[in-house]
């Protein structure tokens, strides 16, 4: 379900039990470790630190580890210089090695990018007054960075002991505890640091979670209450309450709940979110998809989450039939809240075209031709469109248009070419295929072009040319199935080369396994030759693996038992192909055959 942001408090931690475990510091324990301040010296910022490498010659002698100090603060404070900074901090730690300053600023410096180098600074700094808070903090950072817990845990211990008024202090101890698998300790430092500073925002959220995370649930709602008393207008209270009470299956107290927190909040995307995925927890359909719709028109949440979210919805078509209102709605405010986003615009045309409005489809599609920069998948749904409806002027319109603006894409010509072949506008489409192959450099599209010539020339009964096309897309696609069983097929048809058309569907049977077109193929030629029980087998396979119970399939099986003399089975496949579309008086001049004997 949708969730635009992170709330402290989700479902997904109700089902696991325990808040997950890392490998690493997790990335709010990183921020909180490396965003912190760092001590300086006081100075006039109006000061430029000074690249020679030596004190004045009339600074004192026995000040020059401050001085170095102090012109390495002033470059990486001042000027974001870390070189002459390191280069300063370094001959401050040269002249006096237990120069604590020079190596915390060191240490501070390599943080992020050299944990290990940093450590051993921060550990010199250490060593110098183990009781220095800054000293102790850094060191625990760095140990917690380099995922040593249990060292992070025994130094923030200690920063809670020198500086236990800082609650930051508390909740990176907890945090620490959380990562070291150990949320119980976890919370008995975050009671203690409630006992201390009473509810508090760096704190008690962080209780709640865990509490939660441990699976104790009453806690976490007391400790809810309390957080509301405390913030009465912190929405995301309202929800975790909501979805506290919706786990423990009192939904009329989760309810009241959403209801305070959009009253708040009537946009909100977390509260939007969290009611929305507890309805669609409880299965109440009508309100789950009622409540998306905001979702949907806020820009807040993701487009390709919406798009993913409306696929899957939509994927179930008596879902989709029962629930086309609501689907239609949410499909409408994507193309609404994303007008200029093609990807919003292919979800609304797809799913006008499946509930069957194509019309309205095209209309849009069509106003985007113009675009400065248009999509090709544009064109491409047009001509489909255009195809299915059978409007040739239109095919012809939009190809043409098509080109002027893709001019190195031959595939708009393919698909004209297509149009015509399945209208059986055979020279036409002919025509439009050898203008795309004009345009075309790779051998394997040719190849694929020179059969659908093929095709187009054996449909319009001039078979010799076809074969001569078919003979040089073989050398093109020597391996192609489909030109393999075509080619094999019309051979078998004109009753010419039939071991050799026998050869080569054997080759296409066996690249495309249980294609029940090309073993209706291999059947057929079998039948040819007079292999008749070879037949059989194969035509039998061919059969049962056809989804569509092709009435060609239907005729050919019954050609093949007739001529095994299973009169009886031959009829029956005869009139399920008389029944299918097949030619009646074709079919009636073969049960003609039954009767006469």
């Not at 002033?74 to 280069?87: I, T, W």
């Not at 499909?331 to 990807?343: E, N, S």
């Not at 007739?562 to 074709?586: H, P």
């Amino acid at each position: 379900m949708i969730r635009a942001a992170a709330v402290a408090l989700s479902m997904v931690m109700f089902a696991c039990g325990t808040l997950p475990r890392k490998s690493a510091p997790s990335a709010e324990l990183v921020a909180k470790l490396t965003n912190s301040d760092t001590p300086t010296t006081l100075m006039d910022s109006s000061l430029t630190h000074r690249r020679d490498t030596t004190p004045p010659t009339d600074y004192p002698a026995d000040a020059h580890t401050v001085w170095h100090y102090v012109e390495g603060l002033k470059a990486y404070r001042l000027h974001d210089d870390s070189s002459a900074a390191r280069h300063h901090f370094e001959r401050a730690l040269t002249i006096d090695s237990m120069y604590a300053p020079a190596a915390y600023h060191t240490a501070a410096m390599l943080m992020m990018d050299n944990t290990d180098e940093a450590e051993r600074y921060s550990l010199r700094a250490y060593r110098t007054d183990t009781t220095d808070s800054w000293f102790t903090a850094q060191l625990g950072r760095l140990q917690i960075l380099q995922e040593d817990y249990a060292e992070g845990i025994r130094l923030f211990n200690e920063m809670v002991r020198l500086k236990g008024n800082d609650p930051e202090n508390h909740r990176i101890l907890a945090m620490l505890y959380n990562e070291n698998e150990q949320p119980f300790s976890a919370i008995i430092v975050l009671d203690s640091a409630e006992r201390r500073f009473g509810i508090h925002e760096a704190i008690s959220p962080l209780k709640r979670q865990l509490l939660v995370a441990t699976a104790q649930y009453d806690r976490a709602l007391e400790q809810n209450e309390e957080l509301i008393a405390a913030d009465p207008y912190n929405i995301d209270n309202y929800i975790i309450a909501a979805e506290l009470y919706a786990h423990a299956k009192k939904d009329s107290l989760a309810l009241v709940n959403y209801d305070r927190a959009l009253a708040l909040d009537s946009t909100s995307i977390n509260a939007l979110g969290s009611l929305n995925e507890f309805y669609g927890m409880r299965g109440d359909h009508p309100n789950y998809l009622r409540t998306m719709v905001p979702l949907f028109a806020s820009r807040e949440v993701d487009l390709d989450r919406k798009i993913k979210i409306f696929k899957r919805l939509t994927n179930n078509i008596d879902y989709y039939q029962k629930f086309y209102g609501q689907l239609n709605q949410l499909a409408i405010t994507v193309a609404v809240t994303h007008p200029d986003d093609l990807d919003a615009m292919e979800l609304y045309t797809t799913h006008l075209i499946a509930t069957g409005d194509l019309d309205r489809a095209l209309e849009i599609y069509k106003s985007h031709v113009n675009d400065s920069v248009p999509e090709p998948q544009i064109f491409n749904t047009i001509l489909d469109i255009e195809s299915f409806k059978e409007r040739a002027d239109s095919v012809e319109y939009y190809t043409r248009l098509a080109m002027k603006r893709f001019p190195d894409r031959p595939e708009f010509i393919l698909r004209k070419g297509s149009y015509y072949l399945i209208n059986e506008q055979y020279k036409q489409a002919e025509r439009a295929f050898r203008d795309a192959l004009r345009r075309i450099d790779s051998d394997s599209l040719r190849g694929a072009t020179l059969t659908m010539i093929g095709d187009a020339q054996y449909q319009d009964k001039r078979p010799r040319a076809a074969f001569r096309t078919y003979e040089k897309a073989l050398r093109l696609l020597p391996n192609d199935a489909g030109l393999l069983n075509n080619y094999a097929y019309f051979l078998s048809e004109e009753g010419r080369e039939l071991e050799r058309a026998l050869e080569m569907s054997k080759r296409a049977i066996t690249i495309s396994t249980n294609n029940s077109t090309y073993l209706d193929t291999y059947a057929w030629i079998l039948y040819k030759l007079g292999r008749y029980d070879e037949a059989k087998r194969y035509m039998r396979q061919a059969v049962t693996l056809d989804p569509t119970q092709s009435e060609v399939l239907m005729c050919h099986y019954g050609d093949i038992l007739y001529a095994l003399g299973e009169n009886f089975m031959a009829q029956i496949y005869w009139e399920k192909a008389r029944d299918g579309g097949y030619d009646k008086t074709e079919i009636e001049s073969r049960l003609q055959k039954l009767k006469k004997k």
